[in-house]
């Protein structure tokens, strides 16, 4: 029995489940390095293709990035001597 037939036949929930108890009753992927980096790979693909999801991971960047650098600035002003 496959998993695609198992599922549909005895509606089982498969994304409620984990994999390893998919696998303790013949139903799981076994995976190793290769198929888990091929999966990764196309699930970046597939996220970044998503333009305006990879905007707002770019916007959140920059936020990120100059409130650091106004904190580092601050720190910088504090530490010289006054005259």
């Known amino acids: 029995m496959t998993y695609e037939s198992y599922s549909e036949n005895q ?3 498969t994304e409620s489940i984990s994999a390893s108890a998919l ?11 290769m ?6 790979r196309k699930g ?4 970044s293709q998503n333009r ?3 905007a707002e991971i770019g916007r959140r960047g920059g936020i ?6 106004r904190v580092r600035a601050a720190l910088r002003t504090q530490d010289s001597p006054r005259q």
């Open 11 to 13: 509606g089982i929930n």
């Open 23 to 33: 696998e303790s009753i013949g139903l799981g992927v076994r995976s190793n390095k």
């Open 35 to 40: 198929t888990r980096e091929e999966a990764g």
């Open 44 to 47: 970046g693909i597939k996220v």
């Open 52 to 54: 305006s999801h990879m």
């Open 64 to 69: 990120a990035r100059g409130a650091r650098a």
